[in-house]
DNA sequence: GAAAGTACTTTCCAAAAAGAAAGTGCTTTC
DNA sequence: GAAAGCACTTTCTTTTTGGAAAGTACTTTC
């Protein structure tokens, strides 16, 4: 259960940086693992289904991988509840909400990305 | 020569951020982008060979691919040097070094996040 | 008792990504 | 003139990824 933390090799010194930057980004990588983490650092607490619903065009197969590595790296914890039929919620852990930081610094600098690809896309038109 | 620009669609107002942190992500993502712009990063300029050499394992296939992507996305210039035969040189543009913020947070969060799987890894050795 | 809902897993298949190897065209070195 | 270096591209094969569909198991609602 624990060969999907992914954590890379390499002996260089400057290549520490490296590899924690690798770590970091195979963490978040895959179509839907920001979409889940936004959807439950939005609403709190959510259920399978829930997640489904949020994340629009994840099939449960995907839904219960991605949860499974978030869980493995102790972003998401899961709870089940003794119901019947069972309950699951699924939320952040406070360490994966140390996350943000690094997900507020991605958001920024990808909405200014935008606005320049947009802007170039523009002057183009313009000169033709 | 323009479409590999990947920008995501999405309507909703807090879907804006979401969809600026997958456009970061799309940009990094891959296995060599990030060492690519580590090698210019560190070095200045480089030509074609030399990145072959400094990013360990890349192919020319790739190496070629992954620099066109940086170089339509404004990160990476090429210039050509009409010597005989030709030198290529590749080097980070003043907006490709923008991104060392977003670097710099995910290499912080990376090797914390590692000395905390490596450390969990040791209490659990020791509790058995 | 049939349908629908929750929480998944399993199987099967198609598409995409990645690597290995060879090829191109030109030049300098031995 | 053979070999090797530069800067790639092309082709072919393998691996990985992702999705669709069905299945499991249990329960509540109509």
Redesign the interface.
């Known amino acids: 259960m624990s060969k999907k933390?992914i954590?890379h090799e390499k002996s260089d010194l400057?290549k520490?940086?490296?590899?924690?930057?690798?770590?970091?980004?195979d963490?978040?990588?895959g179509k839907w693992k920001?979409?889940i983490i936004?959807s439950l650092s939005?609403n709190g607490k959510r259920r399978f289904m829930e997640l489904q619903r949020d994340v629009e065009g994840i099939g449960a197969k995907m839904l219960s991988k991605e949860l499974k590595e978030l869980e493995i790296?102790?972003l998401v914890i899961r709870t089940v509840y003794d119901t019947k039929p069972v309950t699951v919620e699924y939320a952040l852990t406070s360490?994966g909400k140390?996350?943000q930081?690094?997900?507020h610094?991605?958001?920024?600098?990808?909405?200014q990305?935008?606005k320049?690809?947009v802007k170039q896309a523009h002057d183009k038109s313009k000169a033709a």
């Open positions: 933390v954590i400057c520490g940086r490296l590899r924690s930057v690798h770590d970091t980004l963490l978040l990588s920001i979409s936004s939005f790296n102790e360490y140390t996350l930081s690094v997900i610094e991605m958001s920024k600098w990808g909405a990305h935008r320049r690809i």
